[in-house]
């Protein structure tokens, strides 16, 4: 599935919409794998 290719969950897949909201990733220094969030697109 995508989801485990990607590492993200599937409560956070299902609001991802075209033009409209998608998720991100901040990656940091010492941080092995952080959570994404979703952000809307305007």
């Known amino acids: ?3 485990s290719k990607l590492g993200i969950n ?3 897949l299902k609001y991802i919409r075209p ?3 998608m998720a991100v990733q ?3 220094e010492g ?3 952080p959570p994404f969030g979703n952000v809307l697109v305007s």
Do not use: G, H, I
């Open 19 to 21: 033009k409209q909201a």
């Open 10 to 12: 599937r409560d956070t």
């Open 26 to 28: 901040l990656r940091r």
């Open 1 to 3: 599935m995508a989801a």
């Open 31 to 33: 941080l092995a794998s």
